[in-house]
């Protein structure tokens, strides 16, 4: 296996080879890849398993409702209030919605508008000063005029400020799914440049400080930019050939992943070929040096790359897509940053020679050596420099039990806050506040019940009957509905408007058709839900609604035969989503858990450390997330967490958590080996403190570039992961991993004798 890690830096022409060879298999996949943005996705229902009710829902509405084929976009408006009444100036409104609403309908309209609501025909639409018009978009948010007409709605109400010399209303704002989905566009795309360019320039200043040479600081990088452009590459071609949902932040977290590891890697590799130069007392032997170094290092890089290769990987049997898709491309990321670590960075490094530390600062040629003192008979001696790393190292072997106690004191006390999450399932309160979409949700919801913006769905299905024989079951299943608690009205062919008509005459009327198919064979009705429709108690509710339509339609249907219910919309979405998620965590700690463990297992050849070494991380974990959701929902004030936030937490942290603790360990063991349990551990401290603080800097510095957007789901999960990389660097592996393996011994290698 060495002889694989020091393969490309026996000669240079070993070197020469495999850098060619990693640029022509970018170039290549260049050539046959798809860009990543092409095979992307927001929609909330695409990573929700096929079977789930409310997928089934949305496939029933585009079948037998093509007329609704599209997605809503709502046009949220505040009236003035007349200064003489303190009441909304209703004719102003009034005229204003017609104005506007004969606009949308005219030859002017692009034609993807398929339909518009006003809410001067339908009085449910306006509530105190707050109006809204409802546009249908046909077609899907990925067709390339979807953007384009939701923009042309936008820019014409901005003509309702000042139409025909008349400024008509106080606020106007575009909502619904259509602003929220082409919101959600725009915000990814300036996410991946603000984070390229905020990641590129935070890693080249902490490798110059580190090192002090323009070439380390660059080179190394450039490397791994390569390394993110073919993992790239490769996630899109994979998504496209087996058509795995992706979402807008996967090109975000995956560059962020690539650069953090990527950087850390030739921290780890430069550090140890450094110690290996020192150790000649003429001309190094750069060749010999970087053999040694990659031999010794190269297997600590590959177990710590596997641990998080293997979590993400286990996310590939998950039911919820965005795991299911996004975890295997990480770890196909974590993969090519491996190959690029092992066989291309010390390539590259040791082509440089001594020109990869030049430096304008001090002289090169100290650069390895060690300073030396001339003592009063004239000898030479080195001088003894003590660190902090090493003064850190020589108490926790003094006092293990000490160090253990107090350290996991901390650590329980900071897991209280957990308790106290409170999830969040809104997509569009994660924006930024200034975003449309998001000011028109708050519009809706301050003039209207809170499932006014997005009715739930329910689609009663018949094979081939006639729907119209059996409204008075429709209106018991709208009864039904309409009395359950938390749900303020129901729309459904019997209640055009939402109060009852129990005439076929009066129902057509009405509009009532629009809630039957054109094939008669299913009925729809849309129920309102009293509260946020995004809150716990409403995801609770969908439960509790699908058992009550249940029981009416056992119970109640007289004239509906051989039928299908399906409830769907967005609340039935985040219900299933939750469900899914919840399924999915059951299985995957423990797994991602056990894949871990065999990994430390393999990598340190002993049962015991492996175990506490997992230990490590969970509590580590642990700590992390109640001081995040301290931070969230008291420092940060935000209204939720992000529920899948808290999954990709755990595979993140408990990944990486186990990074430095290898690399210690590995240390450790080459140590203590050589010089005793005490002495051992304290100068595998003392040698790692230094490059493992700055690598744990560097990888919590890249993802805290996620707390500069204002995505609150991607902030939360950036500082979270900071937050834990930074526990793990500073309190898990100069504390609590070196306390414990002082105070298990020579044990902590069985059934090795250590």
Known sequence: MKNIFTLSVKNWKNATFFIVLWFVLMNLLFVVSPQLSEVTTNNQDDFLPSDSESVS?????????????????????????????????????NLGILNFVNLLRSDMAPNSISSVISPVEDPSLSSDNISMIIVNISGSPQDENFGSTVDWITNETKNLENFQGISYFSEIAITGPAGIFNDAVKVFQSIDQQLLILSITFVVFILFLIYKSPVLAIIPLLLIFTALGIANFLAALLAKTFELPLNGQVTGILSILVIGAGTNYVLFIVSRYKEELSRYSGEPDKWQAMTNAMSKV??????????????????????????????????????????????????????????????????IKNFFQTKILKNSNNSKSSIKKVSVWEKIGEYVVNNPKQVFIVTMLGIIFATVPSFSMKPSFSFVDGFPDDSESKIGYKMINEGFPGGQLSPTQIFVKTDGNNINDGLMDIEYLSAAISNTEGISKVYSATRPYGDPSYTLEGILDQGGSRYISSDNSTARLDAVISGDYLSVDSLNLIKDLRKIIEETATNEFLYIKDYEIYVGGDTAVASDTKTSIDADILWLAPVSLLAILLVLIILLKSIVAPLYLLFSVIVSFAATFGLSIFAFQVIFQHSGVAYATGVWMFIFLVALGADYNIFVMSRIKESTDLEGIKKGISKAISRTGGVVTSAGIILAGTFGIFTTLELRELFQLGFAVMLGVLIDTFIVRALLVPSMAAILGKRSWWPNKG
């Open 298 to 363: 190269a297997p600590s890089i590959t177990g710590s790359a596997g641990t998080t290769i293997v979590a993400m990987s286990a996310l590939t049997f998950a039911s919820y897509g965005s795991f299911r898709a996004l975890g295997p491309m990480l770890a196909m990321g974590m993969f090519i940053v491996l190959l690029c670590g092992i066989f291309i960075i010390p390539s590259v490094i040791v082509l440089f020679g001594k020109s990869a530390f030049w430096t304008p600062y001090p002289p």
């Open 57 to 93: 829902a949305m496939k029933v509405r585009f079948e037998k409702f093509p007329s609704s084929d599209g997605v809503p976009a709502i046009i949220a408006l505040r009236s003035y209030i007349n200064s003489s009444t303190n009441q909304p100036d209703t004719e102003r409104t």
